[in-house]
């Protein structure tokens, strides 16, 4: 609790993060953000207590971590004005696609770790993706999941390039719940419920499912048969979307955000 966070970015993410931050007992005195937008600066001055600046400066000296919450098309720039002030600071990003070696060497340092949160870290249930180069130490790794706990689970992953699956999987998930949760609620209107009704339903069979299946051992697979009865209702609506390609178009589209993931690493990457 005693060492001091920067982060360069103040929007949703980083917010989840100081947030929980300050609940685990961190001082606001112990954090600084960099926050070029006026209004997510107030925002996180009346929100956090937080104070933050529109620019990097010699201010960010004392950082021992500098967690990056940029998005990956601004990531360059930024990091050549954060560089010249942060030169011993372990460095934590949640930018997407944006990778280590970019990341540590317009940085000028190995002391590089790559996160994939997701939007649920906004209540403390997110689940984040972990990797770290070589030079980052255990101690490192105990401290970056300490801090990343405050949001939700977290684990590590050995290889640099499962984040860009961990992207489609989980970084992109909660808008896949969302858009099929828009299906419920609507086709639910269509026979008949209110809209507040439907999204009720929707929301508690999706939170229901997910913690049935986080309680048991079993399969997904196993989970959907014990409630699909040959010839029953779910079994009607599961054939239907079977006859449709359903799952097969969703791994595809899964595919794509992690192409996409890819595709941000080349782009803004590089030297």
Do not use: C
């Not at 005195?29 to 937008?37: C, T």
């Not at 340092?109 to 070589?134: C, Q």
């Not at 499962?162 to 992109?172: I, K, Y």
């Not at 269509?190 to 939170?207: E, H, N, P, S």
Request: no cysteine; aromatic share 8%; net charge negative.
């Amino acid at each position: 609790m005693s060492k001091r966070i920067a982060f360069i970015g103040g929007g949703n993410m980083a917010s989840a993060i100081i947030g929980g931050l300050l609940k685990q007992g961190f001082a606001p005195d112990h954090l600084m953000v960099v926050e070029p937008f006026a209004e997510a600066r107030d925002k996180l001055q009346s929100s956090y207590g937080v104070t933050a600046q529109a620019e990097a400066g010699a201010f960010l000296a004392p950082a021992d971590l500098v967690i990056w919450a940029v998005k990956p098309q601004t990531f360059k720039e930024a990091a050549l004005q954060v560089q010249p002030h942060t030169p011993n600071a372990l460095h934590l990003s949640v930018a997407a696609g944006i990778r280590s070696d970019s990341i540590g060497h317009w940085l000028g340092t190995d002391l590089v770790v790559r996160a994939m949160p997701n939007t649920p870290a906004l209540i403390g249930k997110g689940i984040t993706a972990l990797f770290a180069r070589p030079a980052v130490t255990p101690e490192h790794k105990k401290w970056v999941g300490e801090v990343i706990a405050t949001t939700g689970q977290f684990l590590w992953l050995e290889a640099e390039a499962q984040l860009d699956a961990v992207t489609a999987l989980s970084g992109s998930g909660p808008a896949y719940m969302f858009y099929f949760m828009e299906a419920m609620v609507e086709a639910g209107m269509d026979l008949g419920l209110g809209r507040d009704q439907a999204y009720q339903l929707a929301v508690a069979t999706f939170i229901g499912a997910g913690e049935l299946a986080r309680a048991s051992d079993e399969t997904p697979e196993t989970l959907r048969q014990r409630v699909t009865s040959k010839g029953g209702t779910t079994y009607a609506a599961l054939t239907a979307m079977e006859d449709d390609h359903i799952k097969a178009h969703f791994v595809r589209a899964m595919h794509a955000a992690s192409q996409r993931a890819k595709e941000l690493g080349d782009e803004f990457g590089g030297n």
